[in-house]
């Protein structure tokens, strides 16, 4: 029996996860051949950031949840770190596989290494070269780490070679996370506002900002918000607010428009019908570039760097930076009927959980 954990621990993750997993249970016999555990670490502990997506994408309880949300970020990766050591100190595994670059990712990577335990980082290799972001930072001690690369692009895998990640060590197969968009897209649903705030197909804005510096700073993130709502030409303009945006909003003094809609964090399902049947997103994530690019939904990033640009140089995303003076000539340009029709990139297919499973089976089952 060989003996996997798989790491989950914040949003992005959960996406992740769940067609690995899928994939690892239509191996046959599985039972007899591997044994999956899952790892919820407690980084997203909010009911809507992190629960509903079990239940949305179908993905099995955890086995063990580790209760290590909030505090500060070296607070969470120390919970978070003592806490998986003393699970596998209990109960050893043979192979830890983590997922994208939160928090949990470093850190239960980490405490694998110390004990000897083989990495495989799933979304290994993207870099935006921008240390003032903490999912930077946590991706390059991860695949600083790892002994198996699963890279999402061609470029994500000359980043590894560069810092002398051996050939043999990556694996170029595609976008997990786009397994699960393709696979529930027949599932998205209609949120329960949609008919309260009258909005209407391809005539309404998605928003979603988090990072810090669009956010922590208040009259940063006020002129943000001013120069969007005004460059919208009055169409509905969604903001499902992350807490931790919400708790900022809360401590300023905004004369927020009609048209800018400010609902709770959405479940998986929700939230994509809103990004699929929008005009246009307007983001600081990262996540959502890819998912608007296989969707075919015009996408503005306001952020200075991207980890993923493919979803500019192939997709439909296009980098607008963190200042204001590129927001107004973007959405003329969008209402103009001028934005980049886009592709879809290489692997992108939803077959990228079945390409990592087989790898890994082949690997430590079938050898």
């Not at 770190?81 to 830890?96: F, H, P, S």
Request: aromatic fraction near 8%; charge should be negative.
């Amino acid at each position: 029996m060989f003996h996997i954990d798989i790491i989950a621990g914040a949003r992005p993750n959960f996406m992740k996860v769940a067609p690995i997993i899928h994939a690892f249970h239509r191996l046959n016999n599985i039972s007899e051949k591997i044994q999956l555990r899952l790892i919820h670490t407690g980084q997203h502990y909010d009911h809507s950031m992190s629960n509903t997506f079990f239940e949305e994408l179908n993905i099995p309880q955890p086995d063990i949840n580790l209760g290590c949300g909030g505090g500060t970020q070296a607070e969470q990766t120390a919970a978070i770190m003592i806490a998986y050591e003393k699970v596998l100190l209990t109960n050893r595994t043979d192979l830890v596989i983590v997922v994208g670059d939160v928090t949990s990712t470093m850190a239960c990577s980490i405490v694998a290494k110390k004990l000897n335990i083989e990495v495989a980082h799933i979304e290994a290799g993207i870099r935006s070269h921008d240390l003032t972001m903490p999912e930077e930072i946590n991706r390059m001690v991860t695949d600083c780490l790892a002994d198996y690369f699963f890279t999402t692009t061609e470029q994500a895998g000359r980043n590894l070679k560069a810092s002398g990640v051996q050939d043999n060590q990556i694996f170029f197969v595609g976008n997990v996370m786009i397994d699960t968009m393709l696979t529930n897209m027949h599932r998205f649903t209609k949120p329960d506002f949609w008919t309260k705030f009258s909005l209407i197909d391809k005539e309404y804005f998605v928003l979603t900002l988090h990072r810090p510096a669009n956010v922590d700073g208040q009259h940063q993130f006020g002129e943000l918000l001013q120069s969007i709502v005004k460059s919208s030409r009055n169409l509905p303009i969604v903001f499902p607010v992350h807490p931790r945006t919400a708790k900022i909003i809360q401590s300023m003094n905004l004369n927020l428009p009609e048209s800018l809609i400010l609902v709770e964090p959405l479940g998986y399902l929700h939230f994509n019908y809103l990004v699929q049947n929008s005009k246009a997103v307007i983001t600081d994530s990262g996540g959502i570039t890819e998912e608007t690019t296989v969707m075919g939904i015009p996408c503005m990033t306001l952020r200075d760097n991207t980890e993923r640009p493919e979803t500019i140089s192939i997709g439909t995303n296009e980098l607008l930076g963190a200042k204001t003076d590129n927001i107004l000539p973007a959405f003329n340009k969008l209402f103009s009927g001028d934005w980049k029709k886009g592709a879809i990139p290489e692997k992108w297919d939803g077959k990228t959980a079945e390409r990592i499973v087989k790898i890994l089976s082949d690997k430590f089952v079938t050898s």
